[in-house]
């Protein structure tokens, strides 16, 4: 018979969790760095090697309620209610950003990254603090302002750092917040946004770039 795990008290995602917060903010800056001044081919391997260590371990917890109930309090500050008995956050983050490292080109990677580090935690927050206007779940239109806002400050940033379409940078960077606005809040399915927001956010900014002739040979 299945052992059940004794019920834990964690943070749901309605909850601040300013922790959690932090932690995915600082984590995903940390990859991002890492991608932006490793070479591309030691970033991917890093990559690799990180998500076959963790993402296997987090079905192997799932099916082994001793190993999962004994990692539960290393996991306290920064884990969900709801990733008791399911997949962690993590491995969806790791999936997504795996993903788009391996489809598509640096700019897009590095720029997905930030999205992703940023713009779901704030979303949240701002969400979760002043989220009066429901739209999707409990996405809120202030939430949503608030990852429009940040993914326009972090395009623009992107793109006058790395001098590009400086011509056009008001257009791409609200195009930018645009995209990230939106992958934050529209729903795909049951799937986890970690895993959405950066699939979502890199086939929109290379799009938006191709059109823009950044990738032009």
Not at 23 to 38: F, K
Not at 91 to 120: N, Q
Not at 154 to 174: C, G, P
Request: overall charge neutral; some cysteine.
């Amino acid at each position: 018979m299945e052992q059940i795990l004794e019920p834990v008290k964690l943070k749901r995602r309605s909850d601040l969790h300013l922790a959690r917060k932090i932690w995915h903010m600082t984590t995903v800056s940390m990859i991002a760095a890492l991608y932006a001044y490793l070479p591309e081919k030691v970033s991917l391997i890093l990559l690799t090697i990180s998500w076959f260590i963790f993402v296997p371990f987090d079905f192997y917890r799932l099916r082994n309620p001793q190993v999962n109930e004994a990692v539960l309090p290393l996991l306290r500050p920064i884990m969900r209610q709801a990733e008791v008995q399911s997949l962690a956050g993590t491995t969806y983050l790791l999936t997504g950003i795996y993903l788009v490292a391996l489809i598509f080109p640096p700019p897009i990677v590095f720029l997905t990254m930030l999205f992703l580090a940023f713009a779901d935690p704030i979303a949240s927050y701002f969400g979760i603090r002043f989220g009066k206007d429901k739209i999707f779940g409990e996405k809120s239109l202030q939430g949503s302002f608030a990852a429009f806002f940040v993914c326009a400050i972090l395009t623009f940033a992107f793109l006058n750092y790395h001098d590009i379409l400086l011509d056009r940078v008001v257009v791409v960077s609200l195009l930018g917040g645009l995209i990230g606005a939106l992958a934050e809040l529209l729903p795909i399915g049951k799937l986890d946004d970690n895993l959405t927001l950066p699939l979502l956010s890199a086939v929109a900014l290379w799009l938006v770039f191709s059109i823009f002739g950044v990738f032009a040979t």
